[in-house]
């Protein structure tokens, strides 16, 4: 799964997500994308599911590209544990997502079968999002 090799901080406040994806917004390497629509964590695991969802469908057709990383650590208090006694480890870790964010990249395959990879990897992300071309101005929502 993806992660950082190190960190220079083991733990990382919430953060907030305002406003729209102002780099990584269009379609830069392949012919299709899967764009976020909302704010939001994405996790790892979803990172990898969504991936082997979109190399499946393609039948190892074609490139695929991941243009998020999920580099900020969420953490988690034990079960049934008390108030106090500071921050709880790192679970999982995410990929900070902001509206208007390309996440996936598809190329070097028919049209169809990259929708069909691309909409197979959108049941796989927590986010809304929706399938763009490079052709088409791949801004806003």
């Given at each position: 799964?993806?992660m950082p090799k190190r960190v220079k901080?083991?733990?990382?406040?919430?953060?907030?997500?305002?406003?729209?994806?102002?780099?990584?917004?269009?379609?830069?390497?392949?012919?299709?994308?899967l764009q976020a629509l909302e704010p939001?964590?994405?996790?790892?695991?979803?990172?990898?599911?969504?991936?082997?969802?979109?190399?499946?469908?393609?039948?190892?057709?074609?490139?695929?590209?991941?243009?998020?990383?999920?580099?900020?650590?969420?953490?988690?208090?034990?079960?049934?544990?008390?108030?106090?006694?500071?921050?709880?480890?790192?679970?999982?870790?995410?990929?900070?997502?902001?509206?208007?964010?390309?996440?996936?990249?598809?190329?070097?395959?028919?049209?169809?079968?990259?929708?069909?990879?691309?909409?197979?990897?959108?049941?796989?992300?927590?986010?809304?999002?929706?399938?763009?071309?490079?052709?088409?101005?791949?801004?806003g929502s």
């Amino acid at each position: 799964m993806l992660m950082p090799k190190r960190v220079k901080h083991r733990k990382q406040m919430r953060g907030r997500m305002r406003g729209m994806a102002r780099r990584g917004a269009e379609v830069q390497f392949g012919e299709y994308g899967l764009q976020a629509l909302e704010p939001g964590w994405v996790s790892a695991r979803q990172l990898e599911a969504a991936r082997r969802a979109i190399v499946r469908a393609a039948r190892r057709r074609g490139k695929v590209w991941i243009r998020v990383f999920p580099d900020k650590p969420i953490t988690q208090r034990a079960a049934e544990s008390r108030m106090g006694k500071g921050k709880g480890a790192v679970e999982f870790w995410a990929a900070v997502v902001k509206p208007g964010r390309v996440l996936f990249e598809v190329g070097g395959m028919p049209e169809d079968i990259a929708h069909e990879a691309l909409t197979r990897a959108k049941y796989k992300i927590s986010v809304k999002t929706k399938i763009v071309a490079a052709h088409e101005r791949a801004g806003g929502s």
